[in-house]
């Protein structure tokens, strides 16, 4: 855990620059650019700009699949390799003190799958989705280990403040590198959009040095007897029966796990909702993106003072209660482009303040511990089993229903279910507002 060390207040800018390096992977190739590149690649479009019926089915492996169904399902891939990996590593990483190089080593693979996609082919997807896996897996992959420093490099008072910084940070990066992209491609012409990619590949990969030079080398520990390669698995086992002591942690996690179904799915299937089910042109998709990402700023730093006014379990029911209605707004009523613009708004200000709030609530409600990766480990597990049961599902009914606007529903019935589970975190870490462990 914390330990006040000489150049602190480097190794937690440092720390920060982390989401300024990789949020422009969550922006341009989750999020805005490669999505719409994708679907133009893979679909005809009528006169109006929307998707002709029957036209964005691809061939992937000698099955036919929506071309977002495909897109779904090869993200859920990616993090159930995370799920399979990050046990393996966890345990070298805590006891080798390997942590800043696994996630050096993700960084890498990442920033390599963007510049990889510099060669997308539709017409050989098999071979073309290959550096799309790769990216998610790296970004995924490194954002694990880098949450589990949080707790060793600052004290639990500043996680709420940090957190938000971090991901702040990342949003002015996405903004910037955004407006690059959109110069290149409106400026000069479409035929440069892959080159978008390869400058996000190369700007995650030379701004991660900073973190990697600021962040301090984790301890090397005694071996435990056994395996060294399933000493993660087993950690996490432990994990898992600790928690039965911990009843806010066990509860606040079961609330978590079903958020994650719902929000990241949400987050990275918006802009293809945009473009297939409301019929968003490329520079539309563009300008509501770049609001989506500057109201994120204010809504992690907003919702970080709420936690402070009202704790950090009553702020993120709030959030869920936010979520919840903008599912059901967006069923009704983001059927137009106006509808859709409001829509996102709102997905932006919830994005920023939901995900910088989940980070910084897990750090500080953690049982003081020397194993910090273990526990975020177990989060990481977490997070990505309840993503790629999102994702599956978004996949699985768009496919069956033909629409995705019937995905909307399921992601209520999911925020429900989140904040009903919220409610049983003992009243006592609901009411708080800083922890002490």
């Not at 479009?45 to 977002?68: C, H, P, R, S, W």
């Not at 910037?176 to 440069?192: P, Q, Y």
């Amino acid at each position: 855990m914390f330990k006040k060390r000489e150049g602190e207040e480097k190794v937690k800018w440092g720390w920060t620059m982390y989401d300024w390096a990789n949020n422009v992977y969550s922006l341009v190739i989750t999020t805005a650019i490669f999505p719409v590149f994708y679907n133009n690649l893979t679909s005809e479009k009528d006169a109006q700009g929307k998707i002709i019926d029957g036209t964005d089915n691809v061939m992937f492996l000698g099955m036919e699949f929506v071309n977002t169904q495909l897109y779904s399902y090869v993200l859920a891939t990616s993090f159930l390799t995370i799920i399979i990996i990050t046990p393996l590593l966890s345990g070298m990483a805590d006891y080798a003190g390997k942590k800043k190089l696994f996630m050096r080593i993700f960084c890498y693979v990442g920033a390599a799958g963007c510049v990889g996609l510099y060669w997308f082919d539709a017409d050989h997807l098999e071979l073309s989705m290959i550096p799309f896996f790769l990216a998610s897996l790296g970004f995924w992959g490194s954002v694990g280990f880098y949450n589990a420093f949080l707790p060793e490099i600052a004290p639990r008072e500043e996680h709420d403040r940090l957190s938000a910084k971090g991901y702040a940070m990342g949003y002015w990066s996405s903004l910037i590198i955004l407006v690059i992209c959109a110069g290149m491609i409106i400026g000069v012409g479409t035929h440069t959009t892959t080159f978008c990619f390869v400058l996000v590949g190369l700007w995650w990969f030379g701004f991660a040095h900073i973190t990697f030079n600021a962040l301090p080398e984790s301890e090397i520990k005694d071996l435990p007897p056994g395996n060294i390669l399933t000493q993660g698995f087993k950690e996490l086992v432990g994990v898992a029966r600790e928690l039965k002591g911990f009843v806010h942690l066990k509860r606040y996690l079961g609330a978590f796990f079903v958020m994650s179904m719902a929000i990241q799915t949400i987050i990275i299937m918006a802009s293809s909702f945009g473009i297939k089910e409301v019929g968003l042109n490329e520079t539309e998709l563009i300008i509501t993106i770049f609001v989506v990402n500057l109201l994120a700023i204010p809504g992690a730093f907003g919702l970080s003072a709420l936690s402070r006014r009202i704790g950090n379990i009553r702020a993120l029911m709030a959030c869920i209660a936010g979520w919840a209605a903008l599912c059901l707004y967006s069923y009704f009523f983001a059927t137009t482009k106006i509808g859709f613009y409001v829509a996102a708004g709102a997905i932006g200000f919830l994005m920023g303040g939901t995900q910088s709030l989940n980070r910084a609530t897990y750090s500080k409600i953690l049982p003081k511990t020397n194993d910090p990766a273990s526990y975020f480990s177990f989060y990481e597990v977490l997070e990505k089993g309840g993503l790629i049961i999102g994702m599956f599902g978004w996949g699985y009914i768009e496919g069956y229903t033909g629409s995705m606007r019937e995905s909307i529903l399921a992601m209520i019935i999911l925020f429900s279910l989140a904040f009903l589970a919220m409610l049983m975190v003992p009243k006592e870490y609901r009411n708080k507002v800083h922890y002490a462990g």
